[in-house]
């Protein structure tokens, strides 16, 4: 089995346009909000759609239907095969990915990072937003394979974020690998998330933006670690 985990909707037309072999599972999920105990993978997924409802008003049959029957599949990978996690660097790729790691823990597949490529340090956090399908398929060839360290710390990752255990994460930040080259400044992010983010819109709000497009365009430039969108931002106007 060839598994492709992809980041998002906006990357599956250039993946597919790149003719990689492989079954694709989309990730259109936002794991860095609300509940992330998957102690009991059913419950885990019936309390997200109850969130997603809450918060966005999307009905809880659509999201089984949608996106938790999608990531599902990755508990189906077994010995052998191959998968592929095509994640950006920001904490919201990153949980996203941590959560994937959790469950590909111990299915003896040989797994893969194909990550964003050729990103200068100012727009390290754009991820794949202006890759077309042939940068993809550089990436692709680039991939970088997780050790069972690296799976292992992952899982580590994403149950110590889960329960806001800032002491596991702050330890965890200090590990070095390939497969996670900005892992201090996303523990650091994941840390702070409960503070910084609001701070960083007070002060903007604070110089004079008051649009909400302009408030996006500058927590981006200085938040962009987080990796929110408009409907993460919006949530820190209030």
């Given at each position: 089995m060839k598994l492709h985990v992809l980041p998002?909707?906006?990357?599956?037309k250039d993946f597919i346009e790149t003719g990689i072999e492989g079954e694709v599972v989309v990730c259109n999920e936002a794991f860095i909000f609300g509940p992330a105990d998957t102690s009991d993978i059913d419950l885990f997924w019936d309390e997200r759609a109850q969130y997603i409802f809450t918060e966005y008003g999307e009905d809880p049959i659509d999201y089984h239907e949608k996106v938790?029957?999608?990531?599902?599949?990755i508990d189906e990978v077994q010995g052998g095969s191959d998968v592929t996690l095509w994640f950006e660097y920001e904490l919201f790729c990153s949980v996203n990915m941590w959560f994937c790691l959790d469950r590909l823990k111990g299915?003896?597949?040989?797994?893969?990072?194909?990550?964003?490529?050729?990103?200068?340090?100012?727009?390290?956090?754009?991820?794949?937003?202006?890759?077309?399908?042939?940068?993809?398929?550089?990436?692709?060839?680039?991939?970088?394979?997780?050790?069972?360290?690296?799976i292992?710390?992952?899982?580590?990752?994403?149950?110590?974020?889960?329960?806001?255990?800032?002491?596991?994460l702050r330890e965890l930040s200090e590990y070095r690998s390939p497969c996670f080259p900005f892992l201090k400044?996303?523990?650091?992010?994941?840390?702070?998330?409960?503070?910084?983010?609001?701070?960083?819109?007070?002060e903007i709000k604070a110089e004079g933006f008051t649009e909400f497009e302009k408030v996006f365009v500058e927590f981006r430039r200085r938040a962009?670690?987080?990796?929110?969108?408009?409907?993460q931002v919006e949530r820190f106007m209030e």
């Open positions: 998002g909707e906006a990357q599956h938790a029957d999608q990531l599902a599949r299915s003896g597949a040989s797994v893969y990072r194909a990550a964003p490529k050729d990103l200068s340090p100012e727009n390290v956090w754009d991820g794949f937003g202006k890759h077309d399908a042939s940068m993809m398929q550089d990436c692709f060839d680039a991939r970088i394979k997780f050790s069972e360290e690296d292992e710390v992952g899982s580590r990752l994403w149950q110590a974020y889960g329960k806001k255990d800032y002491e596991t400044e996303v523990c650091l992010a994941a840390i702070e998330i409960d503070t910084y983010p609001r701070e960083v819109v007070a962009g670690v987080y990796g929110f969108g408009d409907l």
